[in-house]
């Protein structure tokens, strides 16, 4: 497929993905209680929507979606999954915006959560997404086979919680006001924590949901882990170079704290330098999956991550 053409391709099928994942959260997030649930209380409901509907560029569904495709899976399974990764992602923004984590007053362009409602409300819909995601996965409308369910469960927790995104969190949090500042290698094991592992994820969990052989779910690990690297540098970059209004949350933040970022340990000609090495990892890991052309839409989605303005 000619350049122009893939890059189109991307876009559609990222809107497509972005679509059908606002309409399928727009649903679980719906006022009737589940089975076993006794009630959902309104004003909660409404903070866990706001924090999740009409924003984001629904990376992480899209890269679910397009790996289980790339795994002849198409439809609820990777659609639910989906909407579980966004779920989890939206609640650490939530958290992460907290006056007692980043202090955040703008997100995806809007009010952040505990500006729009108020501290608590934002904790406990941060702790419902997270709760809610898992009984997303768990439902057997996400897979038939409780193995393949119970392994996406044990992956995401595994993704999502003390040896990935929350430990990462506490990582960096923790560098902040240490005396040394974090080394190269520890600032990409917190990075890859942090932001990679749901990256990570997501790309796992369409090769889980496909039922791809070992070698090809190895080289999907190796993509996600390439790109979540790269989406980790691009977002130090953008935060750099500060462009508050395209980013819809506050530029210059990594500088002003001293976080531990790429940018600030070896410079913004070098960042990039590695932004660019760690896209064509991850193009290169694609051809590992044996699925020839199909990959082409998540190798232009490596690119985008790079490209990305927001
Ligand atoms: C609070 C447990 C806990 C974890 C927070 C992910 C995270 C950990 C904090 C978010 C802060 C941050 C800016 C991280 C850098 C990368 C990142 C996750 C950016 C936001 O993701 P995008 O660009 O956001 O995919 P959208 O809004 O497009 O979904």
Same mark, same amino acid.
């Given at each position: 497929?000619?350049?122009?053409?893939?890059?189109?391709?991307?876009?559609?099928?990222?809107?497509?993905?972005?679509?059908?994942?606002?309409?399928?959260?727009?649903?679980?997030?719906? *006022?009737?209680?589940?089975?076993?649930?006794?009630?959902?209380?309104?004003?909660?409901?409404?903070?866990?929507?706001? *924090?999740?509907?009409?924003?984001?560029?629904?990376?992480?569904?899209?890269?679910?979606?397009? *790996?289980?495709?790339?795994?002849?899976?198409?439809?609820? *399974?990777?659609?639910?999954?989906?909407?579980?990764?966004?779920?989890?992602?939206?609640?650490?923004?939530?958290?992460?915006?907290?006056?007692?984590? !980043? !202090?955040?007053?703008?997100?995806?362009?809007?009010?952040?959560?505990?500006?729009?409602?108020?501290?608590?409300?934002?904790?406990?819909?941060?702790?419902?997404? @997270?709760?809610?995601?898992?009984?997303?996965?768990?439902?057997?409308?996400?897979?038939?086979?409780?193995?393949?369910?119970?392994? @996406?469960?044990?992956?995401?927790?595994?993704?999502?919680?003390?040896?990935?995104?929350?430990?990462?969190?506490?990582?960096?949090?923790?560098?902040?006001?240490?005396?040394?500042?974090?080394?190269?290698?520890?600032?990409?094991?917190?990075?890859?924590?942090?932001?990679?592992?749901? @990256?990570?994820?997501?790309?796992?969990?369409?090769?889980?949901?496909?039922?791809?052989?070992?070698?090809?779910?190895?080289?999907?690990?190796?993509?996600?882990?390439?790109?979540?690297?790269?989406?980790?540098?691009?977002?130090?970059?953008?935060?750099?170079?500060?462009?508050?209004?395209?980013?819809?949350?506050?530029?210059?933040?990594?500088?002003?704290?001293?976080?531990?970022?790429?940018?600030?340990?070896?410079?913004?000609?070098?960042?990039?330098?590695?932004?660019?090495?760690?896209?064509?990892?991850?193009?290169?890991?694609?051809?590992?999956?044996?699925?020839?052309?199909?990959?082409?839409?998540?190798?232009?989605?490596?690119?985008?991550?790079?490209?990305?303005?927001?």
């Amino acid at each position: 497929m000619p350049t122009d053409a893939r890059a189109a391709d991307f876009r559609r099928r990222l809107d497509h993905a972005a679509e059908a994942t606002e309409t399928a959260l727009d649903a679980l997030l719906g *006022s009737g209680a589940l089975p076993g649930e006794i009630t959902r209380p309104s004003r909660l409901l409404e903070a866990m929507r706001y *924090s999740t509907l009409g924003g984001g560029k629904r990376l992480r569904p899209f890269l679910v979606i397009e *790996s289980a495709r790339l795994f002849g899976v198409e439809g609820a *399974s990777a659609l639910r999954t989906a909407c579980a990764l966004e779920m989890i992602h939206c609640y650490s923004l939530v958290h992460d915006d907290l006056p007692a984590m !980043d !202090d955040d007053d703008l997100r995806r362009g809007r009010p952040t959560c505990h500006k729009a409602f108020d501290e608590a409300t934002a904790i406990l819909a941060g702790d419902g997404l @997270l709760t809610f995601a898992f009984d997303v996965v768990a439902d057997p409308a996400t897979h038939e086979d409780a193995g393949v369910r119970a392994a @996406l469960v044990l992956a995401l927790a595994r993704a999502a919680g003390l040896g990935g995104m929350v430990g990462g969190q506490a990582l960096d949090l923790q560098a902040e006001t240490a005396s040394t500042p974090l080394t190269q290698a520890e600032t990409l094991r917190m990075q890859a924590m942090k932001t990679g592992a749901l @990256l990570r994820f997501a790309v796992d969990a369409g090769a889980m949901l496909g039922g791809a052989n070992p070698g090809q779910a190895r080289a999907v690990a190796r993509y996600g882990d390439a790109l979540g690297a790269a989406f980790q540098i691009a977002d130090d970059i953008l935060d750099a170079e500060g462009d508050t209004a395209a980013l819809g949350k506050r530029a210059g933040k990594d500088a002003e704290r001293g976080k531990a970022t790429l940018v600030g340990l070896l410079g913004l000609d070098a960042a990039r330098a590695r932004l660019d090495q760690l896209v064509n990892e991850a193009i290169t890991a694609l051809q590992d999956t044996g699925r020839g052309d199909a990959t082409g839409v998540l190798a232009e989605a490596a690119q985008f991550v790079a490209a990305r303005r927001s």
